[in-house]
């Protein structure tokens, strides 16, 4: 299967700063990628569908604005969480869609502890 | 509403034995489901994939079985090991909300222990 790669793989910040998670596909060109968010013990909730060379789309109730997606490459998504506040900490992942095989490759996961 | 159900309570098992997970959806009509482990701390690893029109899949000691009347899957890991221990997640397609592309919804898994 492909491999997605995600940096950093944990961070801690203070509240109000930028935090920028990278995602990249290291053997595939992935049109499409996604990014989700998981609390402890919670399900995998989708939060937008990075698309490569034009504007994300969000899911309902998630804020455009205060989660940036740029898509810049076939190869590379970053998710940039602006103005971060402690509610932000949770477990971001990152994943491409292999759509011959409707499989979904995930990243390895970033920790965002904000303080 | 679309809502995928599985057993939030942990199972525990004795190696050896057949584990069995259970995924209920209502108010789908999935063309296919998908199941994939997770270990804690780490992104989701996919395991399976079983489509409307098949019963059930084997992969090596894992089994899926699809029933679209019960609206229902099982994912049964037969001789079960500690390495095995982990979440197992459920998910199935569902149209993005902009119409677009088929994206897979998850449940919110299953612990699996298996004791030595």
């Known amino acids: 299967g492909a491999v997605v790669s995600q940096h950093p793989s944990w961070v801690i910040c203070k509240s109000g700063t930028s935090v920028k998670i990278e995602c990249r596909s290291l053997?595939?060109?992935?049109?499409?990628m996604f990014w989700y968010r998981q609390f402890p013990k919670q399900s995998l909730m989708l939060m937008a569908t990075?698309?490569?060379?034009?504007?994300?789309?969000?899911e309902q109730g998630v804020e455009k604005d205060k989660f940036l997606i740029n898509h810049a490459s076939l190869t590379l998504s970053t998710l940039t969480v602006t103005s971060a506040h402690p509610e932000d900490s949770s477990f971001y992942i990152c994943?491409?869609?292999?759509?011959?095989?409707?499989?979904?490759?995930f990243g390895p996961g970033t920790r965002l502890t904000v303080l | 509403s679309q809502k995928i159900e599985q057993n939030s309570e942990a199972l525990n098992i004795q190696e050896g034995k057949t584990a069995t997970l259970t995924c209920n959806y209502t108010?789908?009509?999935?063309?296919?489901l998908q199941w994939y482990r997770q270990d804690p701390g780490r992104g989701p690893v996919f395991l399976l994939l079983?489509?409307?029109?098949?019963k059930e899949k084997r992969k090596e000691r894992l089994k899926v079985t699809f029933d679209t009347t019960l609206k229902q899957s099982l994912f049964h890991i037969t001789a079960s090991q500690p390495a095995d221990s982990a979440t197992y997640l459920c998910?199935?397609?569902?149209?993005?909300?902009?119409?677009?592309?088929?994206?897979?919804?998850f449940g919110r898994g299953t612990s699996l222990i298996v004791h030595p």
């Open positions: 994943s491409e869609l292999a759509v011959s095989t409707d499989t979904q490759y």
């Open positions: 053997d595939f060109q992935a049109t499409t």
């Open positions: 990075s698309n490569e060379g034009s504007k994300a789309t969000y």
């Open positions: 108010n789908y009509s999935p063309a296919y």
């Open positions: 079983i489509r409307e029109n098949e």
């Open positions: 998910a199935l397609d569902i149209t993005h909300a902009s119409g677009g592309s088929y994206i897979p919804t």
